[in-house]
């Protein structure tokens, strides 16, 4: 896995030892304030650019806020950073921005690499409206040189998305299909059931209403079997015209290690197993939702 933290973090090396010791795969990488660094592809760079590093710096929330659990980079972030292939954007070669957004961004490893390797998109980076997260996340869009590409934007899930919409843009075609977003994805932001609605709702808002476009949701199964199921049928009934494309279990620890989704999993597996795989969603609007 390309990613490197440093050695002085008592986190990392607590889940260094846990790994080690136990077999335990870390869920969760870097603590609040420090400086996380993640080593690009080289599959995702131009031949001549040399090995390039996203460095972050972890949002540390006001304490009101601990329960955004947005204080450390989740394995189901470096998981997507990992495949970001797997979005599948040469789909748009022939349109010439592709508009990205990440919900619950926390530091914003997935959109801010997106921001760094793609050059024909615009990304919006979101998060709850919380003072220190959201300047965190400015601050990593400038530490990495792509804020002429990418902004982080305040945002609470189910309310109206006009903050996530380009102002300009939006004042010039009003009411335009063509300023919401190509492709959304977020990564570990379903463990909540409580929010499952207002997610949902924020998906249908923000995502084209285009045959092409996709939402990708990567959830470590440390949110539970149990809570993603009732994430899926919440799609089914609140959905409001998206479907499920995909959805696969993917092992962390393991390259191309794929299996069907299977909730009775839960009555079996033990930390150990949890730890190991991630799911992977990728939704898209049905058949008679598109325009």
């Keep these: ?4 933290k440093s050695q002085d973090d008592p986190e990392d090396i607590l889940s260094s030892s846990l790994q080690t010791l136990y077999d335990l795969t870390p869920i969760t ?14 599959a995702l760079l131009p031949d001549q650019n040399p090995a390039r590093v996203i460095e972050l710096e972890t949002p540390d929330p006001q304490p009101s806020k601990w329960d955004l659990h947005a204080s450390s980079i989740w394995v189901a972030a470096i998981y997507l950073a990992d495949h970001l292939e797997d979005l599948e954007l040469h789909r748009f ?6 508009r990205v957004l990440e919900l619950g961004a926390g530091a914003g490893l997935p959109s801010i690499l997106i921001a760094s390797v793609y050059q024909n998109v615009r990304v919006t980076v979101s998060d709850y409206p919380d003072e220190h997260l959201i300047r965190t996340l400015s601050e990593n ?28 843009e939006c004042q010039e075609t009003p009411g335009n299909d063509e300023v919401l977003f190509d492709v959304i994805v977020a990564a570990d932001t379903l463990w909540n059931p ?7 709702q924020s998906l249908v808002m923000s995502l084209k ?9 990567v959830a470590g199964l440390h949110t539970g079997r149990y809570t993603i199921q009732a994430f899926l049928r919440s799609i089914e009934i609140d959905g409001c015209g998206l479907v499920v494309e995909s959805l ?9 290690t794929f299996r069907s989704w299977d909730v009775a999993r839960a009555e079996d597996e033990d930390e150990r197993e949890r730890r190991r795989w991630v799911v992977w969603v990728v939704l898209k609007w049905g058949e008679h939702n598109t325009t």
């Design 248 to 256: 696969s279990e993917r092992q962390v620890t393991a390259a191309q």
């Design 1 to 4: 896995m390309p990613v490197s």
């Design 194 to 200: 409580a929010l499952h609605k207002q997610f949902i």
């Design 93 to 98: 070669r022939d349109q010439g921005i592709i």
């Design 141 to 168: 869009i400038l530490r990495n040189n792509v804020s002429g590409i990418a902004r982080a934007v305040p945002y609470d899930w189910g309310t109206d998305i006009s903050a996530l919409v380009d102002a300009h």
């Design 29 to 42: 990488h870097s603590t609040p304030g420090s400086i996380f660094t993640y080593t690009v592809k080289p």
């Design 209 to 217: 209403r285009s045959p092409d476009s996709r939402v990708y949701l």
